[in-house]
């Protein structure tokens, strides 16, 4: 299924025309995780801890985003919130996956290129400390099933919001 992916961060504009996206940081892809130490082999095992949950780092288009992202990575500045949207591209676009991550900074950002023709693509890395996914079911004709389906985490706490 062909998708689109926005990044909309609390007083950083991207560029995207979209209307329902409008000045939002168009994502190429995106990669997260998550982990928990267990051990099922020895003794009592299966014990859960804290659970480690990995920057979010994206690969966008360089573009007017790119200067306020390096500032705020270097500044070591939290912003309020940023929401990642996955949109089910086609005649009927459906949001259908959403990340929305609160007091964000920028952990990384790193601008690669080649003298090949192609854009220069950015990786950004963004951490937070309280995170809310949210999916969205889809029936067999694509539009929106039921309700959607969420969880929040607070990351400090290690506790379910």
């Known amino acids: 299924m062909a998708s689109d992916i926005f990044l909309k961060i609390d007083g950083i504009d991207g560029e995207s025309k979209d209307d329902k996206h ?3 940081i168009e994502i190429h892809s995106l990669q997260w995780s998550m982990s928990q130490a267990a051990t099922m ?3 009592t095992g299966g014990g859960a801890g804290k659970v480690s949950i990995d920057d979010l ?4 288009a360089v ?6 992202l390096m500032q705020s990575c270097m500044s070591g500045k939290h912003i309020p919130k940023a929401v990642l949207t996955v949109r089910k591209a086609g005649e009927k676009p459906l949001d259908y996956y959403k990340i929305t991550m609160t007091d964000v900074m920028i952990s990384s ?7 090949n023709g ?13 995170v809310k996914i949210e999916y969205q079911p889809q029936g067999a004709d694509g539009a929106a099933s ?3 389906v969420v969880t929040e985490w607070d990351i400090k ?3 379910k919001v």
């Open 22 to 24: 409008a000045n939002e």
């Open 41 to 43: 082999h020895a003794g």
């Open 57 to 60: 780092v994206i690969t966008h």
């Open 63 to 68: 573009d007017k985003a790119s200067p306020i």
């Open 109 to 115: 950002v790193s601008p690669a290129g080649a003298n």
């Open 118 to 130: 192609n854009e220069l693509l950015e990786t950004v890395g963004l951490a937070f400390s309280k």
């Open 146 to 148: 039921g309700g959607a």
């Open 157 to 159: 706490a290690n506790k």
